[in-house]
């Protein structure tokens, strides 16, 4: 009896240790994304009432603060919003965004900072970062000089993202059937679209065998259902061009599967894929 008792107590001790340093890989992995530089080396854009314009013009009801500056000859900006955030108000920061990086805004009129981006010369890049109650939620930038992209979406916050299918949640329960050792399984719609993403959570690593059924499932039945339900709603797979297996705590690898013309599993990161390339 005291030998089950000290076994138990190891195993405790020893998912802690990991479900710690799990932590940790996902609190450094944002941290890449964080503009750490002091605020001697910024140049800021000063307008405390661009807050209020943002508000206003780009119904971002919730935001509570923003940032525009630049170092060297990279734009940067920040929003901080509150808890409340919706989905309409990330979709309008990136629209906002759009707009002012690809759409040659005038100096005169146009969106916020246009004046400003006009009359810098050369601009090499443009970022910006999405906060949430101080948490980092999502990044953008792009590179002017090599027309090269980046994207990170914090897939770990509670925050109120996109609406799903109500047919995606049946695939829950078909997951679920796979192993004894899936726990829980949820079923996330990134900010990022054409993605859908299933958040596994498992009480160990899955084997090989699970792994390939879980691939198999995705294959036979899932993509292919997500791709008629999104034809049959927009003319066009546009909802489900990617389909990510995440595991929690990185227990295994994330997968990705590819569900264009072409069906695959790539080795890749769906938060820069180019699913239309």
């Known amino acids: 009896m005291k030998k089950f008792r000290f076994s138990i107590f190891i195993i405790s001790i020893c998912i802690l240790i990991i479900g710690c340093t799990q932590e940790e890989a996902i609190d450094q992995e944002v941290e890449t994304y ?6 001697s080396e910024r140049t800021y854009f000063h ?6 314009y943002f508000q206003e ?34 979709k309008n920061v990136d629209g906002f965004f759009y707009q002012l990086a690809f759409e040659g805004i005038p100096p005169i009129g146009g969106a916020l900072y246009g004046k400003e981006i006009y009359n810098m010369n050369p601009i090499d ?3 910006y970062r999405l906060f949430i109650e101080d948490d980092l939620l999502q990044y953008k930038s792009f590179d002017f000089k090599s027309n090269t992209g980046d994207y990170y979406e914090n897939m770990t916050l509670d925050v109120s993202r996109p609406l799903k299918s109500d047919t995606e949640e049946r695939y829950i329960e078909r997951i679920e059937d796979i192993s004894l050792f899936i726990k829980d399984v949820e079923i996330i719609k990134p900010y990022k679209g054409y993605v859908i993403y299933f958040d596994i959570d498992t009480y160990i690593r899955l084997n090989e065998k699970a792994i390939n059924e879980l691939k198999e499932v995705v294959e036979k ?3 292919s259902i997500l791709e008629e339900k999104s034809i049959e709603k927009y003319g066009m797979n546009t909802n489900a061009l990617g389909i990510v297996l995440n595991f929690k705590n990185k227990k295994n690898e994330q997968l990705l599967y ?9 080795d890749d990161d769906w938060q820069n894929y180019d699913f239309f390339y």
């Open 34 to 39: 964080i503009d750490d530089l002091p605020a």
């Open 47 to 52: 307008d405390e009432e661009y807050t209020e």
């Open 57 to 90: 013009m780009y119904m971002l009801e919730n935001l509570e603060s923003h940032e525009a500056y630049v170092v060297e000859n990279n734009v940067n900006f920040t929003f901080n919003f509150q808890k409340e955030l919706t989905p309409s108000e990330v």
């Open 125 to 127: 890049s443009m970022t």
């Open 221 to 223: 039945d899932i993509a």
């Open 258 to 266: 590819f569900n264009g013309k072409e069906k695959k599993w790539i």
